[in-house]
């Protein structure tokens, strides 16, 4: 017979924590940061130690499968009556799954719905490890799922919406968020998506369809050519840079630096400046003319 119930478990004492007699019974009393009162039984480990006896804050849910084991998950719910919705509906799925309605990897796909999304972010994260995808593009697409995650309260598969993506992405434009960077929160959620669906978690990908944002039309996104001015303060950054980063991480101690290392910090320097110049002097800029490059004839 199918079932609720919350599963207790032993932690030590709270700090601060005081033992009292009860009803017979040694109970624990404290008050928690935020300033609640609280209380729980009192029980003595295996080691001799003192620790308090605490039921989970969720309800698990115990029933028999489509292979006749006893088996409880978690129904992620802390009331009692949402719990009871998970369990039927777990319950129910089972029973098609006996009739031959539904396949063991549509339940198994539903049984994945309840999964909290940061257990699927961690699979995902692992998936792009094994695919060798480098450690920042990594740590960037879980940084923005995760972020989208928290903003648009995704807490399992089956809570993620395209529209309320895309109103999140609305909103991040209304901000000034870049069309560039709302398109990379866009890639990582369409191939958080697409894997879902590979590894049969997901039927379809939720995100398909959300527009990319136009990123020509971002003003902030306007390519030109340097201005002279700007080159001539380029190449004389350029050339200088490596002594003055030198003379700061020496405290400006001029005396520090010996005549050796102060031409090959200024070597270095002409050589940095003489090849941005040289790239400068012999690019051209997709959709331009000669007459229209950098370049105008005169000395920089």
């Known amino acids: 017979m199918a079932s609720l119930k919350r599963k207790s478990y032993t932690r030590p004492l709270p700090q601060g924590a005081e033992i009292v007699t009860h009803r017979g019974q040694r109970v624990a009393r404290w008050v928690d940061s935020n300033g609640k009162k609280h209380t729980a039984s009192v029980t003595v480990s295996a080691e001799g130690t003192e620790r308090i006896r605490v039921e989970s804050a969720v309800w698990i ?7 006749g084991r006893i088996v409880e ?10 719990a009871m ?11 098609k799954q006996k009739a031959g309605i539904l396949s063991r ?14 257990v699927h972010s961690e699979e995902f994260a692992n998936h792009m490890r094994a695919r060798g995808v480098t450690e920042e593009h ?52 369409v191939a ?5 669906v590979d590894t049969r978690q997901l039927a379809a990908n939720p995100f398909t369809g959300v527009p990319k944002a136009n990123e020509k039309a971002d003003p902030r996104r306007r390519r ?29 101690a001029l005396t520090k630096l010996t005549d050796a290392t102060r031409r090959k910090l ?6 940095r400046a003489l090849i941005y110049r040289t790239l400068v002097l012999t690019g051209l800029r997709r959709v331009e003319t000669p007459q229209s490059s950098c370049h105008r004839g005169g000395p920089l």
Do not use: H
């Open 85 to 95: 919705t998970v369990l039927r509906d777990t319950v129910a799925r089972v029973e």
């Open 224 to 252: 030109r050519a340097l201005t002279e001015e700007e080159l001539v303060l380029l190449l004389d950054t350029a050339r200088s840079r490596p002594l003055q980063d030198r003379l700061t991480k020496n405290r400006g």
């Open 266 to 271: 200024e070597r270095i320097g002409y050589e």
């Open 138 to 189: 990594r740590t960037t697409s879980i940084s923005r799922l995760q972020r989208v995650a928290r903003d648009c309260r995704f807490a399992v598969l089956r809570d993620l919406d395209r529209a309320v993506l895309e109103r999140w992405l609305v909103a991040r434009a209304a901000e000034g968020m870049s069309a560039r960077t709302r398109n990379g929160y866009r890639a990582s959620c």
């Open 61 to 67: 849910a115990k029933f028999r499968d489509a292979d």
């Open 105 to 118: 990897a549509d339940v198994a796909m539903a049984d994945c719905a309840n999964v909290p999304l940061a």
């Open 192 to 196: 958080f998506g697409n894997w879902c």
């Open 73 to 82: 998950v978690s129904t992620g719910c802390r009331d009692k009556g949402a």
